[in-house]
């Protein structure tokens, strides 16, 4: 399902954290967003899984205006996995994952057997099966990010949205967890602050800087060196990786000559 924001505007006393951001996702299509901190990007995440109305402008999941949608059917098109999503209570792993089927149930519905197999198939492709039985509230970040991923990915959306999925997270699974993000099914919109992740992940990459979206393309067409410098205002030479082609960025740290040290008098 194409997923669209069109003249998309948020402005919150008096200060605009987004201004008439227009972007398209295809079908299928993972598109990242990337800019500095405070650049609207979450904000943005926001308005689409349906957490903070827009000031102006819409988003649109096909042909339908999400922010019109009644909550049931507007949490079966979009599941969102936020920057502070957190589990209040000790359920156990695999209690939260099963909420995912939340929307698709009525009541205290039983969940069916092809539900426990989605769960299961859910905890194995994030690497928690083993962890089913655990309280949430005694795992690590990572292990927790990973379960509300999970917990996403059985609530079988059209539009899967993520803030920051990476956070906490070992390089191994961070690897694993974008990985799966590619032929995944859903469409996906994604907020990363690694580049290089943003670059081997995403069909395109958006561009995010107080509060406009600044540039706009596939990664090999974004990300520059004269780009992140004007937006991040690092320095970094933009290599192809090796083996997939992919830009990759080798930042230059700079560096000031150490202070003489005090003569001794």
């Known amino acids: 399902m194409e997923l669209r924001l069109d003249g998309l505007s948020v402005v919150t006393d008096g200060r605009s954290l987004v201004r008439d951001l227009s972007l398209e996702v295809g079908s299928g299509q993972v598109v990242g967003l990337v800019g500095p901190n405070g650049s609207g990007k979450?904000?943005?995440?926001?308005?689409?899984?349906?957490?903070?109305?827009?000031?102006?402008?819409?988003?649109?999941?096909?042909?339908?205006?999400?922010?019109?949608l009644p909550a049931r059917h507007g949490a079966r098109l979009?599941?969102?996995?936020?920057?502070?999503?957190?589990?209040?209570?000790?359920?156990?792993?695999?209690?939260?994952?099963?909420?995912?089927?939340?929307?698709?149930?009525?009541?205290?519905?039983?969940?069916?057997?092809?539900?426990?197999a989605l769960c299961a198939r859910a905890m194995d492709r994030l690497d928690i099966r083993h962890l089913a039985r655990r309280g949430v509230l005694t795992l690590s970040g990572g292990e927790r990010q990973r379960v509300l991923?999970?917990?996403?990915?059985?609530?079988?959306?059209?539009?899967?949205?993520?803030?920051?999925?990476?956070?906490?997270?070992?390089?191994?699974?961070?690897v694993r967890l974008l990985a799966h993000l590619r032929g995944a099914g859903p469409t996906v919109l994604v907020v990363l602050?690694?580049?290089?992740?943003?670059?081997?992940?995403?069909?395109?990459?958006?561009?995010?800087?107080?509060?406009?979206?600044?540039?706009?393309?596939?990664?090999?067409?974004?990300?520059?060196?004269?780009?992140?410098?004007?937006?991040?205002?690092?320095?970094?030479?933009?290599?192809?990786?090796?083996?997939?082609?992919?830009?990759q960025l080798l930042y230059a740290l700079a560096t000031a000559p150490l202070a003489p040290a005090p003569e001794n008098p």
């Not at 689409?48 to 827009?54: I, T």
């Not at 079988?156 to 906490?168: A, G, K, M, R, Y």
């Open 193 to 247: 602050h690694d580049l290089n992740l943003a670059a081997a992940a995403c069909d395109r990459i958006g561009v995010l800087s107080e509060g406009r979206l600044v540039a706009g393309g596939t990664p090999r067409q974004v990300l520059t060196t004269d780009l992140v410098r004007d937006v991040f205002g690092v320095e970094a030479t933009v290599v192809a990786h090796p083996l997939t082609g992919d830009p």
């Open 78 to 116: 979009v599941a969102a996995m936020t920057q502070d999503g957190s589990v209040d209570l000790d359920f156990t792993v695999e209690e939260v994952v099963a909420l995912g089927r939340a929307p698709h149930l009525q009541g205290n519905q039983a969940l069916s057997a092809r539900e426990r």
């Open 42 to 68: 979450s904000t943005a995440l926001r308005c689409v899984y349906r957490a903070l109305r827009p000031t102006s402008g819409t988003v649109l999941a096909g042909e339908e205006d999400l922010l019109r």
């Open 149 to 174: 991923l999970a917990r996403a990915l059985v609530q079988e959306p059209e539009i899967l949205v993520l803030d920051e999925p990476t956070n906490h997270l070992d390089v191994r699974h961070q």
